[in-house]
């Protein structure tokens, strides 16, 4: 510890005396690492299991639905509300939820101000809220098919209640009252693993979580990717008919359930097949939630090659860092070979050395850190669906700290070995 | 004290080798002053590289205090630089911004002494060299001669076998040459065993024992009367 302490102080000596050296030599590896750690919390998020203790329990059904033979088309994830209802029917999953998104204008009724707020909407079932574990803050689920209640999410209680317990007011959507008979906490899920399409796999949660009978005998409008071999006139219209636009998500807590979903999922499918209706090949999929996720390509492959680009990069500031200290030993070599004139080993050069790196690594990583948080900013600047999603949180910084320590030292190496084979005779003429 | 026989030290580029030593034999007991002298070039620097262990040899052997150099690792060869060798270097190779203080606890720190031990040891080497009462000085606000004299300082408070001097006196002027010289002498009558390369011949034959270096190998070896009488009362070939 006296020897740590010792080279502690020499390192501080050293930085001041270099100080302008030092501050160029750091800020270079600061730069690489912040660019580098930058990219890592945004894949990292990208990447993220949002629901980890039951993500391999939870599955999003794919059936081989669609009404023409089309043998390479992708797989289709939307199915109709015939198929949607038939599936929450059977008693196979712990949990089944169907749904779409909507959105509406929405205000407090019995508020004098008539300003509406615009609300996302998730139409679905009760099994909603336990399949994803919606944490409630107050009261819970609605119970009928058709009733005019909603549950509401954390954000617009805030915005138009303040927040507090509203379960019990009631909000005016297009005209028409409805009950709010839950309130959820703040809530997150990164990704948005129910809606991880259409530009929304990272955006917040809902705003209203309301029954998708009553959403659909209101009209409201489907705001999601859909399709139709036939036509429509409106959202109730869709019942019956060859329109896609509902996604199906299961609980299966066993493989006996997942088997029997399985098949419960082939054998509808053969009987629509029967029916003249599926002419497809039988491809009936139950993706787990990462399964599902890779599938709709979360992490988007630019990413991928932009943490590539980030990589080198930061191997790029590695190289010139080591550059800088090799110029910098290189004029030390007088102290380093004195140094071992007087007794030092090769080994006590090497934990000197390695005591700087880890100084300059701190030094390195803080940096970093404020680096990394900029470089964030304006990543999310530059794609605003990365907003509210990437941030450096906790395990990042001892990523961050980690890479600044590792790089700072990688980067002393060669010169610190440079500098221990230099033959003493001749630093010390 | 110091014992090579045969030493020989090749130094190869890609098209020539040199020389530097060849079959060197030399013994200097405890307790002698030696002077090695010679023309530039002649390999009293690299003699006293490898006496010092500094540089290594290609052949012979070579015992320092009892210990046989050969093949032993760097762990080893520090810890003899450290504990039995005293370098007194031409440019005195002080560190400009650590006081004499620091500057001679440097050698110290790369052995187990708690600090109270350091600072005994520091504390005596400057009052050894008169500089006891500007510890806290750094190397620029001394005299040539004053730093030359920590430079001693550093390498006494190991409390070596053997001092090692390279030209100590080469960069100052007669005055304080001299000063260093007495103070080499006292050292020596004290007990020091010291080996002192020089270009000067008075400095040399105020020396006890000369050895003439040329071309790598010993070419004269004098023994002198006391240090005031110059004329020579054996000479080995």
């Known amino acids: ?429 | 004290m110091l014992n090579m026989n045969n030493i020989s030290r090749i130094y190869r580029s890609d098209t020539i080798q040199t020389h530097a030593l060849r079959d060197f034999n030399l013994q200097v007991n405890a307790g002698e002053f030696v002077a090695v002298t010679g023309p530039s070039g002649s390999g009293k620097s690299t003699f006293l590289n490898v006496a010092g262990l500094l540089d290594s040899f290609d052949e012979g052997s070579y015992e320092l205090d009892g210990v046989n150099i050969q093949g032993l690792g760097d762990d080893e060869l520090s810890r003899l630089r450290n504990e039995k060798i005293g370098f007194i270097f031409q440019n005195y190779n002080l560190i400009p911004d650590f006081t004499l203080f620091d500057n001679i606890d440097m050698p110290l720190r790369y052995r187990s002494f708690n600090a109270a031990e350091r600072k005994r040891r520091i504390s005596n080497a400057l009052e050894q060299v008169g500089l006891a009462s500007r510890s806290n000085y750094l190397p620029s606000q001394l005299s040539g001669g004053q730093q030359q004299r920590v430079a001693i300082a550093r390498a006494l408070a190991g409390e070596p076998k053997i001092l090692l001097a390279d030209e100590p006196t080469g960069n100052l002027d007669s005055l304080m040459a001299r000063q260093v010289m007495e103070l080499l002498h006292t050292l020596n009558e004290a007990g020091s065993t010291i080996i002192m390369v020089t270009h000067d011949p008075d400095q040399a034959r105020a020396i006890g024992r000369n050895v003439q270096v040329i071309d790598g190998q010993i070419t004269d070896h004098s023994v002198y009367a006391p240090v005031n009488n110059n004329a020579p009362i054996e000479v080995k070939a």
């Open chain 1, 1 to 429: 510890m006296e020897m740590f302490n010792y080279y502690f102080k020499l390192s501080i000596r050293n930085l001041i005396r270099n100080r302008l050296f030092f501050i160029l030599m750091i800020s270079t590896l600061a730069v690489g690492v912040g660019v580098f750690l930058a990219n890592i919390a945004i894949i990292k998020s990208m990447s993220s299991d949002p629901i980890p203790y039951k993500s391999k329990n939870i599955f999003n059904v794919s059936l081989n639905i669609w009404p023409n033979d089309t043998p390479d088309a992708e797989l289709i994830e939307i199915m109709r509300y015939d198929d949607a209802m038939h599936l929450l029917k059977n008693n196979i999953a712990t949990h089944t939820m169907v749904h779409y998104q909507s959105q509406v204008y929405t205000r407090d009724i019995d508020s004098t101000n008539l300003t509406r707020h615009q609300a996302v909407v998730r139409a679905t079932t009760p099994g909603f809220f336990p399949l994803t574990d919606a944490p409630f803050a107050f009261g819970g689920s609605w119970q009928q098919d058709r009733a005019k209640q909603i549950v509401i999410g954390d954000t617009l209680n805030q915005q138009i209640f303040g927040g507090g317990n509203s379960v019990g007011k009631t909000l005016e959507i297009d005209g028409k009252p409805f009950e709010i008979v839950g309130v959820l906490k703040p809530w997150e899920l990164k990704p948005l693993f129910y809606h991880a399409e259409d530009g929304q796999k990272f955006t917040t949660t809902d705003d209203i979580y309301a029954p998708i009978e009553t959403a659909m005998d209101n009209e409201w409008v489907v705001n999601v990717r859909s399709s139709a071999t036939e036509r429509s006139d409106s959202v109730s219209d869709n019942r019956g008919k060859n329109v896609f636009f509902i996604q199906t998500f299961v609980q299966l807590d066993n493989q006996q359930q997942k088997n029997a979903m399985q098949q419960y999922i082939d054998n509808y499918s053969q009987h629509r097949q029967q029916q003249g209706e599926y002419l497809r090949a039988n491809d009936n999929r139950l993706l787990d939630v990462n399964q599902w996720l890779k599938h709709k390509e979360v992490v988007d492959e630019r990413m991928l090659a932009f943490a590539l680009a980030t990589s080198l990069f930061l191997a790029v500031c590695i190289f010139n860092a080591s550059s800088l200290l090799l110029a910098r030993y290189h004029s030390a070599r007088f102290e380093t070979g004195l140094r071992r004139a007087v007794g030092a080993r090769m080994k006590d050069v090497f934990y000197q050395g390695l005591v700087e790196s880890v100084l300059v690594g701190v030094c390195c990583a803080i940096l970093a850190l404020l680096f990394g948080w900029i470089f964030l900013q304006i990543s999310i600047t530059l794609f605003p669906a990365l907003e509210h999603t990437s941030d450096i949180d906790a395990p990042l910084i001892i990523i961050g700290i980690g890479i600044a320590l590792v790089t700072s030292f990688i980067s002393m190496l060669y010169p610190l070995i440079r500098s221990c084979r230099t033959p003493l005779s001749t630093t010390l003429k």
